[in-house]
């Protein structure tokens, strides 16, 4: 079983800055990508941003030059520094993170989870 803990929402005004954070935790051979995604109301999940482990990223267009995603394999840890917020960044932000489970006799076994999202508000 694994764990995903985000923390770092909040309220933010425009033009603001926030830094969400993601720690896995559990039984994890090995973690493979990384990211964000985002849910408004009314609206469907999408990405936000990614990361592999060897570092390669990509992000939404709306979100290019404004966030940054990074991660620490040490601590099985993702970010997301996010500057310039602006309303329209307002949402739900969920933690997500491919992993795998790699047995003695060389089984192997993929998986993703979700963290319980973070709140964002941009409101003035």
């Known amino acids: 079983q694994v764990r995903l803990v985000e923390s770092g929402g909040g309220l933010v005004q425009p033009g603001g800055s926030l830094r969400l954070s993601c720690a896995a935790s559990g039984t994890i051979s090995s973690i493979n990508a990384m990211g964000w995604y985002r849910q408004a109301p009314g609206k469907e999940r999408e990405l936000v941003a990614r990361i592999t482990t060897s570092g390669m990223t990509n992000y939404a267009d709306s979100v290019k030059g404004r966030f940054t995603i990074s991660r620490d394999n040490a601590k099985n840890t993702v970010y997301l520094q996010m500057t310039s917020l602006k309303p329209e960044d307002t949402a739900v932000y969920y933690c997500?993170?491919?992993?795998?489970?790699?047995?003695?006799?060389?089984?192997?076994?993929?998986?993703?989870?979700w963290g319980q999202g973070t709140q964002v508000a941009v409101s003035a």
């Open positions: 997500n993170v491919d992993w795998r489970l790699s047995s003695p006799f060389g089984n192997k076994r993929d998986f993703t989870s």
